[in-house]
């Protein structure tokens, strides 16, 4: 007997738990003839589920809602299920990954998604949020799988599973590829999980948004009572006509009191004839003869005169002894940087394949010293040495040409890894 899923045919949330059902070879049917907005506020579904929310699952048991418990169930049925792991520490990280999912990746593309959508009052402010803590996450994500092909172990489990559904709607929707260029072993997962023929089946052919999906603003509705206000009380306007000139003051007053925001000081600086976005270009569409073209480009653009280079070196390398905490390290301050990201250019290397593992970066700062706003309101500039680079020193320059292109071996020590603020 199949288990009855209610839920729209395209519904992300019904999505895990027929992934679930194809990986676990359980039988789960799509309700017949549901209707969004209809069915679910039918008093036989408020029977299932009082919010009226979707899916819900009908089994023998009875009814289960919320959509990771439903899948959870699915995936239970069968014993043995390689899709929980194989020991207590897999099904404890699989639970891990799969909450991860919905408080950090889910949340956050719903914020940004939704509003858009018209589901929820847009606010630019709130997007932003949204956007920079959607970034957080997809950068811890991402650092999770530059080792691993998977979430947990070396298969498909239900963590990922729960993780495809939840990027689903923000790669088709707003999370474009000069977006997600900046996660990239996520993308390669992403991509990885929607080609699987278990996954394929139920999603269908997947393709990545080439733009975000624009505001859609709903009509304001108090227009029309306002219009028969007039035609109510049409005497009251032979009145007000004499008044009316006064009125203009306060409204006049209205228009001068918003401040415009205060520059950026370095938005005051000279022109410089190095354009910062031709470069992160030049440097991202690069993928052979690095030394002779993005490195040449590289000196050819630089202006000497608007930027200035600078070389960083971690105080702390000593506790830097277990390779993903330092990772981890490296990568937050990469995201607290993200508010420096129209003035500056910068490569983090992790050096060493044996710890204690040494952090060195240069960084290509607008303007002849560090931004006095990213000292202040990165607190992760202080653990850092900054040297101001000489370029009339061959040496010092040489330094910055490897750096830049990844060069191995550093300084005669192997890379863990190298990565790039742009």
Known sequence: MALILYAGKTNKNAYKTQIAAEYSGVDVKLAENFEMGVTNKTHEFLKMNPIGKVPVLETPEGP???????????TRLKADNPLYGSSLIDYARIEQWMDFAATEIDAGISKWLYPRLGYQLYLPPAEEAAISALKRALGALNLHLTSNTYLVGHSVTLADIIMTCNLYPGFSHVMTKSFTSEFPHVERYFWTMVNQPNVKKVVGDVKQAESVVPVTRKPSQPKEPAQSKPKVEPKKEVKEKEPAKPKAEPAAEEEEAPKPK??????????????ID?????????????????IKGFWEMYDPE???????????????????????KVGGFLQRMDLARKYAFGKMLIIGSEPPFKVKGLWLFRGQEIPQFIIDECYDMELYEWTKVDISDEAQKERVSQMIEDHEPFEGDALLDAKCFK
């Open 262 to 275: 205060p520059k950026n000081p370095l938005d005051s600086l000279p022109p410089s004839k190095m354009i």
């Open 278 to 294: 031709d470069w992160k270009r030049l440097y991202s569409n690069t993928k052979t003869n690095f030394r002779e073209v993005a």
């Open 306 to 328: 608007g930027y200035s280079l600078w070389f960083c070196d971690y105080k702390y390398n000593d506790e830097n002894t277990v390779s993903f905490v330092t990772l981890n």
């Open 64 to 74: 289960v809602f919320e959509s990771n418990a439903i899948a959870r169930y699915v």
